[in-house]
């Protein structure tokens, strides 16, 4: 009886949106499920894992963010603090610091940020590889917010239990069911950021391809380049990851390296872009005939298939000498 | 918007297309013609490149003038908006004010307190460092 009060106290109290039960939330029910069947762990993965090396920076008021942010990038070699990072993240008039800026300050600390895919299961496992992600909780309710970043170091799936850099707290241990519904009410968000030429070992292609393309508007032309390889490395089918390593590449003067990296996504995918792009480095690599053949075929591709070119392609064409 | 935000806004913006007109030119490799245009890998991202980009300078106006606004020094707002992807710029541009932004805040006022005090009792919520969860 007692219990069924507290329930419907706890269900007015949360506002009735339907969303806070007292069922275990989905993600922790389907580990738990995992680790219940005799003879496996869920995907291959550790039982329980806790990085005590990655330091801790106690946040100052409204300054998660920036410690956050430190926690892992020192945590990955890069020499920075959280005063100096708040330059780069906190909005005074918010009192905190924005999603799109946490990503755009790590890759101005020289690391890429690739959010990971919202599971659990992908946070444990990159921080069984070494990357510990930030997360974004809503300490509060869909109603009343509290926006928090903290860095997930360990979990223990026997315990159920997580272990954050959090706020003030070194170790703050919280249970699966409740870290869930915290980091469920930040949609599911969180990235790790890792040095140009690694990626996190959950990232999907997109997420990484974006943090690559993010990262090379800061990054210097070799870095960026590390950036793309590691993408092509594991997806070496991305267009637009061969497309960066030619781009990065010209801005590095390798021309012929750009060349080479144009061609190959240009008769791999037989794309208006790279063969825009191959026909303007061959030009100026005065290879006029070879130029003039690869800027008809950009035309061709963006007049029958990518009409977004057919400018850029035809004015190139028409530029050519000859 | 305010007037003098929108004046704010148009000035930054005729000086950031004059500047991405500078950074777009190509980089200059000694002894090659300096003509060589590349399509970049955000552009070769985007769907529609030409519209998405006269968009994504107004935004990226807006997104200084807003970071201004809300207290960020001149030149800082210059370079985090330089950091952002196209795709980045336009979402503060147009969330600023609700996005999340994380912060620890904790001004809570008293109905509030007791309710959030009720939610971390049960485990739905961590506001409160002294709770904790019965589950």
Known sequence: ?322 | MTRTRRILATTVAMSMSFASLVHAAPPTVAGTSPATVLITTEQAAVSQPGRVLLEQTLARADVAAALQARGVSVDAARDRVAALTDAEAAHVAAQIDQAPAGGDALGVILTIFIVLLVTDILGFTKIFPFTRSIR
């Open chain 1, 1 to 322: 009886m007692l219990n069924r009060r507290a329930a419907l106290f706890g269900a007015a109290a949360v506002g009735l949106n339907g969303c806070a039960t007292f069922d275990t939330p989905p993600q922790t029910a389907a580990l738990m499920k995992g680790v219940a069947v005799p003879g496996s762990s869920g995907p291959g993965m550790a039982p329980a894992v806790e990085l005590a090396a990655v330091p801790f920076f106690p946040q100052t008021r409204y300054h998660c963010g920036p410690a956050a942010l430190a926690t892992v990038l020192v945590h990955i070699g890069v020499k920075t603090s959280p005063e100096q990072l708040a330059d780069a993240v906190f909005l005074p008039a918010r009192e905190g610091a924005l999603q799109p800026e946490m990503l755009a300050a790590t890759r101005r600390a020289g690391a890429l940020g690739v959010p990971l895919q919202p599971q659990l299961a992908a946070l444990f496992q990159e921080v069984a590889a070494g990357n510990p992600p930030v997360v974004l909780q809503n300490l509060g309710l869909a109603w009343v917010p509290r926006w928090h970043y903290a860095v997930l170091v360990g979990y223990d799936l026997a315990q159920q239990t997580v272990v954050l850099r959090s706020g003030t707290v070194h170790r703050e241990r919280m249970g699966f069911t409740l870290f869930e519904r915290t980091w469920a009410r930040g949609r599911h968000w969180a990235f790790a950021a890792v040095p140009p030429g690694r990626l996190p070992v959950t990232a999907g292609e997109a997420d990484a391809t974006q943090a690559a393309i993010g990262f090379e508007r800061v990054a210097s032309p070799a870095q960026a380049e590390q950036a793309y390889s590691s993408v092509l490395q594991r997806w070496p089918d991305s267009a637009l990851a061969g497309l960066g390593q030619g781009n990065t590449r010209f801005a590095g003067g390798n021309l012929r390296g750009a060349a080479e990296a144009f061609e190959r996504v240009a008769l791999k995918h037989d794309s208006a872009a790279a063969w825009h792009n191959l026909a303007a480095v061959r030009s100026q690599l005065g290879e006029t005939a070879l130029a003039r053949a690869a800027a008809e075929r950009a035309v061709q591709r963006a007049a029958t298939q990518e009409p977004n070119w057919r400018d850029a392609a035809e004015r190139l064409l028409r530029g050519l000498p000859g």
